[in-house]
């Protein structure tokens, strides 16, 4: 792979790992990213019956919450470009004896495929740091967003203590990549230090949120600066006065 994947490229990764997706998230956060994602989904505001969207949705984790919080009268979009993880993501949905009002969307989150203000609230994980153009992808949630509406952005980060940077590397030599390449999936999660590398830092984030139009950005730094959760509210009217 090169040294800045490209769309096709981050495509057939996630196609590849769609198998083993969940079980590896489980095992890579100790089971603690479905707490994140609970903070997540709770920081993007989805107000009941409301219509929102999960961007880069993979297995589906956000979208199930965020169908959840606002309830059978609401409507949720999840959007990937992988099709065998929208597929996973559409058979665990199925799986449920409670029905979710949820919509699978194949799609490129630098392109989102709806009309400007159309949602109540937004979430993303674990994509911002895998598109090409991060500022292309805040100013497509910024478009499809209702003013006054709120995106919430789960993501890892390179903490900034030394001594976590450290902590981090370690974790992802020793234990990650080992893991994964008993699974087959060596090249898969060894992109993954190279990322964080490339992925802008908490300020920055928020940086790139206002640019894009958005205000009141706040970076909330979780599991000692190793993940992080970049809230953004897109401004009303009365705001830009």
């Known amino acids: 792979m090169s040294s800045t994947p490209q769309p096709q490229e981050i495509q057939a990764i996630f196609n590849r790992i769609a198998p083993v997706y ?3 998230n489980d095992w890579l956060s100790l089971g603690l990213h479905r707490v994140w994602k609970q903070m997540t989904v709770c920081w993007s505001e989805p107000p009941m019956g409301g219509t929102c969207l999960d961007v880069c949705c ?3 984790d956000l979208t199930r919450l965020l169908a959840q919080a606002v309830g059978p009268n609401g409507r949720v979009y999840g959007l990937d470009f992988s099709t065998e993880l929208l597929a996973i993501a559409n058979t ?8 979710l009002p949820i919509t699978w969307v194949e799609g490129d989150a630098l392109q989102l495929p709806f009309a400007d203000h159309t949602f109540d609230a937004a979430t993303m994980g674990y ?3 895998n598109v090409v153009d991060i500022p292309g992808s805040l100013s497509e949630l910024y478009r499809v967003l209702k003013p006054g509406a709120k995106v919430a952005i789960l993501d890892f980060h390179r903490p900034s203590d030394p001594i976590m940077q450290t902590f981090q ?3 992802l030599d020793t234990l990650v990549v080992p893991t994964a390449a008993r699974l087959g999936m060596r090249e898969e ?3 993954i230090a ?3 590398e490339r992925f802008p830092a908490g300020p920055d984030q928020v940086r790139l949120a206002q640019q894009a ?3 009141h950005g706040v970076h909330y730094a979780i599991a000692g600066g190793m993940m992080g959760i970049l809230v953004a509210t897109k401004p009303k009217p009365t705001d830009t006065l």
């Open 189 to 191: 999660y060894a992109y």
């Open 58 to 60: 993979g297995s589906g």
């Open 213 to 215: 139009g958005f205000c």
């Open 194 to 196: 190279p990322s964080l």
């Open 127 to 129: 994509g911002l740091r």
């Open 22 to 24: 969940n079980q590896f």
């Open 169 to 171: 590397q370690w974790y």
């Open 92 to 99: 665990m949905t199925q799986q449920r004896v409670q029905p």
